[in-house]
């Protein structure tokens, strides 16, 4: 019903930006909040960003806040997460999640959808 695919990641230096962008098909994109994982080697899923499908309702995570910002855009059923001053320890694959509900969520059990994750690697 949902399928979200992830693009963007690649690899960049210390300081530097990227914007990830998860393209949704179907026609419940407004309906979802959507969210954005990573998981580094060895490590759990960890919440980066979320937001309501209005954008109104977002959260970042302690780890990136002031670095990233996530956006929407609902007539293209895309979800972009801009980050800035990238860091070593951003390295991690990156994914895009959608949930069906009405609060905010950070826990990666809470959402339906993922994509298949897209490489984001920040060197020294």
């Known amino acids: 019903q949902v399928q979200l695919v992830e693009s963007g990641g690649g690899l960049v230096q210390a300081g530097g930006s990227l914007r990830l962008s998860c393209a949704a098909s179907?026609?419940?994109?407004?309906?979802?909040?959507m969210g954005w994982f990573r998981q580094a080697p060895g490590k759990g899923r960890e919440f980066v960003a979320a937001?309501?499908?209005?954008?109104?309702?977002?959260r970042d995570a302690d780890s990136v806040q002031g670095r990233v910002t996530i956006s929407r855009d609902n007539a293209k059923n895309t979800v972009y997460l801009q980050m800035n001053s990238l860091k070593p320890e951003d390295t991690a694959v990156y994914y895009c999640?959608?949930?069906?509900?009405?609060?905010?969520?950070?826990?990666?059990?809470?959402?339906?959808?993922w994509g298949q994750g897209t490489q984001v690697t920040v060197s020294s």
């Open positions: 179907g026609r419940t994109f407004r309906r979802y909040y």
């Open positions: 937001s309501s499908w209005s954008g109104a309702d977002t």
């Open positions: 999640a959608g949930r069906v509900g009405a609060v905010v969520r950070t826990e990666p059990y809470n959402y339906q959808y």
